[in-house]
């Protein structure tokens, strides 16, 4: 895959720069600006040569007549994974302009398990097709921003369904009884909420459920099946436990400010 995408990259170029020849503009690449591009790029790390990448390699040494690619390096800071990410998102871009399509999804649904559930840390995995863009890890973090949002507020409280076990099934003549809302004392909020997290095709994050009902389970799972079929493709969602090769970190009762999510906070 990653050949192809130094050919998404080469291809946008020469898309553009055909347009500037159609005005009578020409570029000619900045080689001296590539240069010095290339010497601020900070070194990976890697144990030694034959761990680079091949696609990488290729990459480096088109970056010396391409200041673009050398661009993308410098700000990238030589990491492949994020050289590959923000390739990835060109190529996105790139096939968004040519066929007028922003997003697409799989009509097969996702596969749907469970494992042990830890209503005060549960994780949620979500494994993707293939290793989501910039664009995409944004637009599912909105995701499950929005579901949150509503577990905060309460939202999520089974106690207090009327509308849709009125035996009406017309909201018109239904009645909403004050008391029955109000009763129970105790609200059905979530807690707290990490950052959806990657690891190549997979996503996670954890969530303290609070008083909020299993009710929030099944509305997430509605959300993603939609979310999978209209925007970002999902194989599969695991409610609960951890992968064999992605530990969760020690439960830690003091969380970083940074890993959590207050959406009362601007």
């Known amino acids: 895959m990653q050949p192809a995408l130094l050919h998404s990259h080469r291809l946008s170029s020469r898309i553009y720069n055909s347009s500037l020849k159609y005005n009578r503009t020409f570029i000619r690449p900045n080689v001296r600006r590539t240069q010095q591009l290339l010497r601020v790029v900070p070194r990976a790390s890697y144990d030694n040569e034959d761990d680079v990448p091949d696609w990488y390699k290729d990459i480096i040494e088109a970056a010396k007549e391409d200041p673009e690619?050398?661009?993308?390096?410098?700000?990238?800071?030589?990491?492949?994974?994020?050289?590959?990410?923000?390739?990835?998102?060109?190529?996105?871009?790139?096939?968004?302009?040519?066929?007028?399509?922003?997003?697409?999804?799989?009509?097969?649904?996702?596969?749907v398990t469970f494992r042990a559930l830890d209503p005060f840390e549960l994780w949620v995995w979500v494994e993707l097709y293939s290793p989501p863009s910039a664009s995409e890890l944004e637009m599912t973090q909105e995701v499950i921003n929005s579901w949150f949002m509503l577990g905060r507020l309460g939202a999520y409280n089974s106690s207090n369904l009327q509308v849709l076990y009125s035996s009406s099934g017309a909201g018109l003549d239904l009645e909403y009884d004050m008391a029955e809302a109000s009763s129970g004392g105790m609200t059905s909020t979530m807690h707290d909420m990490g950052a959806v997290e990657s690891n190549g095709p997979w996503l996670r994050f954890w969530v303290d459920m609070g008083t909020s009902d299993e009710l929030a389970i099944d509305i997430l799972i509605n959300a993603l099946m939609?979310?999978?079929?209209?925007?970002?493709?999902?194989?599969?969602?695991?409610?609960?436990?951890?992968?064999?090769?992605?530990?969760?970190?020690?439960?830690?009762?003091?969380?970083?400010?940074?890993?959590?999510?207050?959406?009362?906070?601007p």
């Open 69 to 111: 690619l050398a661009e993308l390096l410098t700000t990238s800071g030589n990491n492949p994974a994020k050289v590959e990410s923000r390739l990835r998102s060109e190529m996105d871009a790139l096939h968004a302009r040519i066929t007028g399509k922003f997003g697409s999804g799989e009509e097969a649904p996702p596969e």
């Open 226 to 265: 939609t979310f999978s079929r209209e925007h970002v493709g999902v194989r599969q969602i695991v409610i609960g436990g951890e992968n064999d090769d992605w530990a969760v970190p020690e439960r830690n009762f003091e969380r970083p400010e940074a890993l959590t999510i207050d959406p009362y906070m």
